[in-house]
């Protein structure tokens, strides 16, 4: 083939011209090779040695905001309820917002086994083997709640501060009590390990991990919000639902949770309260109780959804996120 086309060229003359400097067509050619194989392993090389210098500063930011200490300088003073009505209002409490994380028994729970997220254990709330109620006093489980702060100073982690702090003296006082009562379990979870991608979503502030982060330690607790106060106490209960739904209740895009403002504009009070209490949409359709915790939020009283119900409309409407 080659032949033939020397001979369209040319004839032997060129044939022998070609011949004579394959050994530098080839040496060329193997240099050319040598430059892009050279320039190939530079821009590799380089692309990895940003992937190291990316991976050991989000290691290195995310290390640094779950290791710091805080210190809580707010004075708040808690005298614990003795009596069976504020107990069980404490244990209404923990149902409704606690028990999802820490279990019916108090005792914790995996929050994540997968090792892209990482290895994490709720804590245990009794006074078992473990159990952050054996070793707190009142007061460091109320910092705990309140500022995110563990017995040493360091954060807790996954805490929702966005209502914990909102909880007034004496529904801490009745949920701590109901701590206090409940029956001792002993558990021996791993230390926590936290993986690459929370780390990621946490330097990159995608995720709330470490409530300290966004309480002022030296804000005190809010004081008791009478029900009597309707307006007042609806938005007391509210900031509870800001947890999933956001601080302007308009969703959470990386939590998946709708916005309110749909539900509020288009239901009467009626079908609201019967949606939070039942979970039964006005269309008869039923809610997951995985993203929407209704068979919990049962244990509101029509009257505290009704407070929600007249607060929210109150509060100017805020566009989806």
Not at 19 to 27: A, S
Not at 161 to 168: A, D, R, S, T, V
Request: charged letters at 15%; a negative charge.
């Amino acid at each position: 083939m080659v032949r033939k086309l020397v001979a369209v060229l040319g004839g032997s003359a060129v044939w022998l011209v070609i011949k004579r400097n394959i050994p530098n067509i080839i040496l060329n050619w193997r240099q050319v090779m040598k430059r892009v194989l050279k320039w190939i392993a530079i821009v590799v090389g380089g692309l990895l040695g940003l992937i190291l210098v990316l991976a050991v500063g989000v290691y290195a930011v995310s290390a640094g905001r779950l290791n710091r200490t805080y210190e809580v300088t707010a004075v708040f003073n808690l005298t614990l309820p003795t009596d069976p009505e504020r107990i069980a209002a404490g244990e209404k409490l923990y149902t409704i917002y606690c028990e999802s994380c820490h279990g019916a028994n108090l005792a914790g729970m995996p929050f994540s086994e997968d090792p892209a997220f990482g290895q994490i254990y709720s804590a245990n709330l009794t006074g078992g083997e473990n159990g952050i109620g054996r070793s707190y006093s009142d007061d460091e489980i109320a910092r705990a709640i309140w500022y995110g702060i563990k017995q040493d100073g360091s954060p807790t982690v996954g805490m929702p501060y966005e209502f914990n702090q909102g909880l007034h003296v004496g529904d801490m006082e009745n949920v701590i009590a109901y701590l206090r009562s409940a029956p001792p379990v002993d558990t021996d979870y791993p230390a926590p390990s936290y993986g690459p991608m929370l780390r990621v979503m946490h330097a990159a502030n995608l995720f709330p991990l470490v409530a300290a982060e966004k309480v002022a330690m030296s804000q005190p607790p809010p004081g008791i919000v009478s029900p009597d106060d309707t307006l007042a106490y609806g938005g007391y209960l509210a900031v509870f639902c800001t947890a999933c739904h956001g601080p302007d209740f308009a969703g959470i895009a990386i939590a998946e949770s709708p916005s309110l403002w749909p539900a509020v504009a288009a239901w009467t009070e009626t079908e609201f309260v019967q949606a939070v209490t039942t979970g039964v949409r006005p269309d008869g359709s039923q809610m997951d109780p995985e993203q929407m915790p209704w068979p919990s939020f049962n244990l509101y009283t029509d009257e505290e959804v009704r407070a929600i119900w007249a607060y929210l409309q109150t509060v100017a409407p805020v566009a989806e996120e």
